[in-house]
């Protein structure tokens, strides 16, 4: 029904006089933005709620001591940071595949679709295994500090359920957002958040278990996300969309892992940029203080992106639905309308970190040092979370759109090419530190980055991107008539 209106709006008004365009634009914006927050909104909830579990594991280390705060935040930023990251991305597939054939109206498409993820992200994962194994010598390798790596690296393994739970969570979640059903996503985030302060409480506080039970807590919640979703889809709550397991699954993985594998390298490339960051601080003098502030300063960045993250999904299921439904200025529309919204929450955000740039460091230390560092690090934080409140809109245009591997290759120039030596020289070579790694890191790679997608996004022919949806939801789905014949 969201998708006939939005053609009816992209069609119908296109020969219409451009003083009543004018005139509807008001009610055009309108309802793409209630379209557009019937994602945002529940996706805002349940990314919060999922990145808070890791903040209040963060939080509960933090106040056991800083070398505890440091090897958690090693553990959750790095490690799990790295394997999240290419898990997340390539996940991110589904978001092209099922939301273009949820537009198509291929709604059987989606189930074998998921499927076919879970397959082949369990084997990926099964692959990433060893970085848990060996977090300890490879963060030593790495020239992070040796109580740090070695505790890191035990916390690390205790992890290794949260791993594996990335491989059924991720899809589930996108699998449900590609057809709209997304307050199912907020309310079983909700009851994992509350079970996971729960056993947060129990570990840490009643039976004492000190890091390690602080660790492992969070093994638990994830996989009330995984169980929770999986339980709705396969019980009735996705009737035209989940048609029970199917062998179909299995064919046509080649062609799934190629795209999983675009999407993967996009998102991840981003996503390690940041983790590079905390390693080459590591690096620093006195690096136990700079990487406890800096993963401070990069936890409130998360917690934040979450909401850009949740415009990411939100533009991409939006561009896919309307590329697949043959709309391509209603996909321009809602790009438009996603940007914008983005922006303004970005602002918001940024004006807050201004504001109360010596107070938010308490939430996780009460380290006098920590807490200067946090202090000299805030601004920077405030303009990373604007420029972040633009550049993940335009990567979920970009995924909507299966632009995947063009933006790879984008990303890899951004960040690792202009990025990663700027933040090398200004740390080392002016001896700025971690803020000028930080600035470096954050105006050549971002920013370049926000720049050329904008370019992009600017730049393109919609209407020649909406045939190319249709084309490709065509082939995808002739494949699988044919894989369904005796």
């Given at each position: 029904m969201a998708s006939k209106e939005v053609t009816t709006l992209g069609e119908a008004k296109v020969p219409l006089l451009d003083v009543q365009e004018e005139q509807d634009l008001g009610r055009r914006v309108w309802i793409e933005s209630k379209k557009l927050w019937h994602i945002v909104g529940p996706a805002i909830f349940s990314?919060?709620?999922?990145?808070?579990?890791?903040?209040?594991?963060?939080?509960?280390?933090?106040?056991?001591?800083?070398?505890?705060?440091?090897?958690?935040?090693?553990?959750?930023?790095?490690?799990?940071?790295?394997?999240?990251?290419?898990?997340?991305?390539?996940?991110?597939?589904?978001?092209?595949?099922?939301?273009?054939?949820?537009?198509?109206?291929?709604?059987?498409?989606?189930?074998?679709?998921?499927?076919?993820?879970?397959?082949?992200?369990?084997?990926?994962?099964?692959?990433?295994?060893?970085?848990?194994?060996?977090?300890?010598?490879?963060?030593?390798?790495?020239?992070?500090?040796?109580?740090?790596?070695?505790?890191?690296?035990?916390?690390?393994?205790?992890?290794?359920?949260?791993?594996?739970?990335?491989?059924?969570?991720?899809?589930?979640?996108?699998?449900?957002?590609?057809?709209?059903?997304?307050?199912?996503?907020?309310?079983?985030?909700?009851?994992?958040?509350?079970?996971?302060?729960?056993?947060?409480?129990?570990?840490?506080?009643?039976?004492?278990?000190?890091?390690?039970?602080?660790?492992?807590?969070?093994?638990?919640?994830?996989?009330?996300?995984?169980?929770?979703?999986?339980?709705?889809?396969?019980?009735?709550?996705?009737?035209?969309?989940?048609?029970?397991?199917?062998?179909?699954?299995?064919?046509?993985?080649?062609?799934?892992?190629?795209?999983?594998?675009?999407?993967?390298?996009?998102?991840?490339?981003?996503?390690?940029?940041?983790?590079?960051?905390?390693?080459?601080?590591?690096?620093?003098?006195?690096?136990?203080?700079?990487?406890?502030?800096?993963?401070?300063?990069?936890?409130?960045?998360?917690?934040?992106?979450?909401?850009?993250?949740?415009?990411?999904?939100?533009?991409?299921?939006?561009?896919?639905?309307?590329?697949?439904?043959?709309?391509?200025?209603?996909?321009?529309f809602a790009t438009k309308v996603a940007v914008l919204t983005s922006i303004i929450i970005g602002l918001f955000f940024w004006v807050l970190i201004m504001l109360l740039h010596n107070q938010f460091g308490y939430i996780f230390s009460t380290s006098k040092p920590v807490l200067e560092a946090v202090n000299q690090l805030s601004l920077l934080l405030a303009f990373t979370i604007l420029l972040n409140s633009v550049q993940p809109v335009l990567s979920g245009v970009a995924v909507g759109s299966g632009w995947q591997s063009y933006v790879a290759y984008i990303n890899l120039g951004c960040y690792y090419i202009i990025g990663v030596p700027l933040g090398f020289l200004m740390g080392w070579v002016f001896n700025l530190g971690v803020m000028g790694i930080w600035a470096g890191m954050i105006f050549g790679g971002t920013a370049t980055q926000t720049l050329i997608l904008g370019w992009i996004t600017m730049k393109c022919d919609w209407d020649k991107e909406a045939e190319k949806a249709k084309i490709h939801v065509r082939e995808w789905g002739e494949e699988s008539k044919q894989e369904r014949l005796p």
């Open positions: 990314r919060v709620a999922s990145y808070s579990m890791l903040v209040i594991t963060q939080a509960f280390a933090g106040h056991l001591g800083d070398l505890e705060l440091a090897a958690i935040s090693i553990a959750n930023n790095v490690v799990v940071g790295f394997d999240f990251g290419l898990l997340l991305g390539m996940a991110s597939a589904l978001e092209t595949l099922c939301g273009q054939a949820f537009g198509a109206k291929k709604y059987h498409l989606l189930g074998v679709y998921m499927q076919r993820s879970w397959i082949v992200l369990s084997l990926c994962c099964v692959l990433l295994l060893p970085l848990y194994l060996f977090a300890a010598p490879v963060l030593k390798l790495l020239g992070q500090p040796t109580d740090v790596a070695e505790l890191s690296g035990i916390v690390t393994m205790w992890m290794i359920p949260l791993h594996f739970s990335f491989a059924f969570q991720f899809p589930l979640q996108r699998f449900l957002q590609s057809q709209l059903k997304t307050a199912v996503i907020a309310w079983v985030s909700l009851v994992a958040l509350i079970v996971h302060v729960i056993i947060c409480w129990l570990f840490v506080y009643k039976f004492q278990l000190g890091v390690i039970g602080t660790a492992a807590t969070i093994n638990f919640s994830w996989w009330v996300l995984v169980f929770g979703l999986l339980g709705y889809t396969v019980c009735g709550g996705c009737p035209l969309t989940w048609t029970g397991f199917s062998m179909e699954a299995f064919s046509g993985l080649w062609e799934f892992v190629k795209l999983s594998a675009a999407s993967g390298v996009m998102l991840c490339l981003e996503n390690w940029y940041y983790r590079i960051l905390i390693l080459m601080t590591g690096n620093l003098k006195n690096a136990e203080i700079a990487v406890d502030a800096l993963s401070i300063c990069m936890t409130i960045n998360g917690w934040e992106l979450m909401i850009p993250l949740a415009f990411f999904a939100a533009a991409g299921v939006r561009v896919a639905n309307e590329l697949g439904a043959g709309n391509g200025k209603g996909a321009k």
